[in-house]
């Protein structure tokens, strides 16, 4: 899973490209989400609580995020918000936070 840990050096920079792409969906990603895991395909971002991840998943966040995440590292992915690592839709998780 040598994937994730991309991300995860990445994401400064990341996010620093989402902030030129749009400051709202910066502005609630960079405070309060951090690359939870990543199989490739889907990216699973671990957001500090549910309402949170609620508000990730209206508007164009979702896709204001990926747009950021394949111009700085070329990965083009699908994108799940979770609130403090359980899973808004089903998680494979061994160790969901309640």
């Given at each position: 899973?040598?994937?994730?840990?991309?991300?995860?050096?990445?994401?400064?920079?990341?996010?620093?490209?989402?902030?030129?792409?749009?400051?709202?969906?910066?502005?609630?990603?960079?405070?309060?989400?951090?690359?939870?895991?990543?199989?490739?395909?889907?990216?699973?971002?671990?957001?500090?609580?549910?309402?949170?991840?609620?508000?990730?998943?209206?508007?164009?966040?979702?896709?204001?995020?990926?747009?950021?995440?394949?111009?700085?590292?070329?990965?083009?992915?699908?994108?799940?918000a979770?609130?403090?690592?359980a899973?808004?839709?089903?998680?494979?998780d061994?160790?969901?936070?309640?």
């Amino acid at each position: 899973m040598g994937d994730v840990e991309v991300l995860r050096r990445a994401w400064p920079d990341v996010l620093q490209t989402l902030s030129k792409i749009k400051r709202s969906t910066w502005a609630l990603v960079e405070p309060n989400a951090q690359v939870a895991a990543f199989d490739g395909q889907i990216l699973t971002l671990a957001f500090t609580t549910s309402g949170l991840a609620g508000a990730f998943g209206r508007a164009d966040h979702s896709e204001n995020l990926r747009q950021a995440i394949h111009k700085t590292v070329g990965i083009d992915c699908q994108i799940n918000a979770t609130a403090n690592g359980a899973s808004m839709q089903t998680s494979s998780d061994p160790n969901p936070k309640v």
